[in-house]
T-cell receptor, first 114, second 112 residues
Framework: EAQVTQNPRYLITVTGKKLTVTCSQN?????MSWYRQDPGLGLRQIYY???????DKGDVPEGYKVSRKEKRNFPLILESPSPNQTSLYFC?????????????FGSGTRLTVV | GENVEQHPSTLSVQEGDSAVIKCTYS??????FPWYKQELGKGPQLIID?????GEKKDQRIAVTLNKTAKHFSLHITETQPEDSAVYFC???????????FGKGTKLSVIP
């Protein structure tokens, strides 16, 4: 089944403790992206990647890092999480970018930073 | 950059009635406009999209219209059913970009 898989689904952590949210897709998509979803703010892009070793900032990149060492994986790294990073996170992928086929989203990771 | 406004933020309709969600965009060069449906506990799922060279597109009970002159596009759902209850997002792609800019979402409730 074609899908984007995120792990974990739920995560509670403490301020300052480094964490990684994994994202993997099995569709051979070049384009991958991370979004955060907050009430009243919709979906805001954090980082995106056009292909292996090519990443760039989205609208809200502060406090986040990403890497794209393999085409299928695009982990999101929070090196020193803070409470304002409590949110619902989505990974998405697309073939040739969203211009052609639209994004496929993962099921989300709900992160709470206390 | 692109800015997408979406209205209303919440919408309640009786089962069988129609629902309309409207979006406006700011970048006149945007040329791809998808709509996503997000059910509770799930990620957004593409339900229909339209490109700037088309004025209307239908898929069973769902249709999308685009007015390039006015820079707005709308989602129409006819004969609504309880399973249509979800949050719907519109989006647009700015010129020269691969990034979708989303509206803030509309929570649709279909009352049986």
């Amino acid at each position: 089944e074609a899908q984007v898989t995120q792990n974990p689904r739920y995560l509670i952590t403490v301020t300052g403790k480094k964490l990684t949210v994994t994202c993997s897709q099995n569709m051979n998509h070049e384009y991958m992206s991370w979004y955060r979803q907050d009430p009243g703010l919709g979906l805001r892009q954090i980082y995106y990647s056009m292909n292996v070793e090519v990443t760039d900032k989205g609208d809200v990149p502060e406090g986040y890092k990403v890497s794209r060492k393999e085409k299928r994986n695009f982990p999101l790294i929070l090196e020193s999480p803070s409470p304002n990073q409590t949110s619902l996170y989505f990974c998405a992928s697309s073939l040739l970018g969203a211009r052609s086929y639209g994004y496929t989203f993962g099921s989300g990771t709900r992160l709470t930073v206390v | 950059g692109e800015n997408v406004e979406q209205h209303p933020s919440t919408l309640s309709v009786q089962e069988g009635d129609s629902a309309v969600i409207k979006c406006t965009y700011s970048d006149s060069a945007s040329n791809y406009f998808p709509w996503y449906k997000q059910e509770l506990g799930k990620g957004p799922q593409l339900i229909i999209d339209i490109r700037s060279n088309v004025g209307e597109k239908k898929d069973q009970r769902i249709a999308v219209t685009l007015n390039k002159t006015a820079k707005h596009f709308s989602l129409h759902i006819t004969e609504t059913q309880p399973e249509d209850s979800a949050v719907y997002f519109c989006a647009a792609i700015p010129a020269g970009s691969y990034q979708l800019t989303f509206g803030k979402g509309t929570k649709l409730s279909v009352i049986p």
